[in-house]
Nanobody
Framework: QVQLVESGGGLVQTGGSLRLSCAAS????????LGWFRQAPGKERELVAA????????YYADSVKGRFTISRDNAKNTVYLQMNRLKPEDTAVYYC??????????????????WGQGTQVTVSS
C-alpha cells in the first residue's frame, strides 16, 4: 500500500512559480515510477509529467514543456513538480500518482494504482 500526500498548491499570479511536493508513505519508494496529473473543471484528467524509478527518465506534456520540472528525492520519499511561468490555463487540481515499475528507466503514462488527494493550483490573470 502506498499513501501519497501532496502539498504546495495555492494562488499565484500569471508568470509566477509554485513547487508542489508529494510525500509517499512506502518502504520501497524506489520501486515506483511517479507522475503528476491535473484536472481542470469540466476537463478530463491529464498527465502533466512523469519520472522513472531512477529519476533519469522524464516525460512532459507539450503544454508544460520548458516551464515545469519533475524531480524526486528517493532519500526523502518525495516527488516534486516545479512550475514556472504559470499561466491561467494551468489552473487545476494537481494529483501525484505512483505505480510499481519493472524497469529503472521506465516511464508510466497511465494505469496508476495509487493517488494522492490533490492540491489546488489557481493562476490569476
Amino acid at each position: 500500500q502506498v499513501q501519497l500526500v501532496e502539498s504546495g498548491g495555492g494562488l499565484v499570479q500569471t508568470g509566477g512559480s509554485l513547487r508542489l511536493s508529494c510525500a509517499a508513505s512506502v518502504r520501497t519508494f524506489t520501486s515506483y515510477a511517479l507522475g503528476w496529473f491535473r484536472q481542470a473543471p469540466g476537463k478530463e484528467r491529464e498527465l502533466v509529467a512523469a519520472i522513472s524509478r531512477s529519476g533519469l527518465s522524464t516525460y512532459y506534456a507539450d503544454s508544460v514543456k520548458g516551464r515545469f520540472t519533475i524531480s524526486r528525492d528517493n532519500a526523502k520519499n518525495t516527488v516534486y513538480l516545479q512550475m514556472n511561468r504559470l499561466k491561467p490555463e494551468d489552473t487545476a487540481v494537481y494529483y501525484c500518482a505512483a505505480q510499481a515499475a519493472a524497469g529503472r528507466a521506465q516511464l508510466i503514462h497511465s494505469g496508476y494504482d495509487y493517488w494522492g488527494q490533490g492540491t489546488q493550483v489557481t493562476v490569476s490573470s
